[in-house]
């Protein structure tokens, strides 16, 4: 077991690898880019990565506090599915409603998940990097075009 400072080390040197991993990738559009904290330039719409025990997560959130226009959003990217999936070359799970673990509000979102292998364990981390890095990299080929979709909801 780790020490709660330990785990935070392991993490922290996790995403720090990670970081610089991708860092020699330059976004869809040729510029340089935070990929752990993917900015797509609109508000409540984030692009998420994180390993939580033995799963690897990535996906699209929607956090809009108002339902309705949350729900305006995650239809339009309903209308991009098709779309997204032929980008991704693989199906994401799509949840209108999900409400996070210790949190009253409700998101969207759309996602991925692998289980099997954990963050504490650095032998597991080119599994976790192979999973996360080609898919945040086609998110972001997917967002350079779909952005413009999102527009008048602004």
């Avoid at 963050?119 to 998110?139: A, C, G, Q, T, Y």
Wanted: glycine share 4%.
């Amino acid at each position: 077991m780790y020490s709660k400072e330990e785990a935070t080390k392991i993490k922290k040197d996790f995403w720090t690898k990670f970081g610089q991993f991708l860092s020699l990738h330059p976004s869809n559009d040729g510029i340089k880019i935070n990929w752990i904290n993917y900015k797509t330039g609109i508000k409540n719409v984030h692009f998420r990565m994180d390993v939580v025990k033995k799963t690897s997560f990535i996906g699209i959130e929607l956090h809009h506090q108002d339902s309705s226009i949350r729900e305006l959003y995650f239809e339009q990217f309903l209308e991009l599915k098709t779309y997204l999936h032929s980008i991704l070359k693989e199906e994401w799970v799509w949840q209108k409603n999900h409400q996070p673990f210790n949190s009253e509000k409700q998101i969207s979102r759309i996602y991925l998940e692998k289980v099997g292998y954990t963050i504490m364990n650095e032998d597991h981390w080119p599994e976790i990097i192979s999973f996360l890095k080609p898919r945040v990299l086609k998110l972001d080929e997917f967002w350079s075009d779909a952005k413009y979709s999102f527009d008048a909801l602004k």
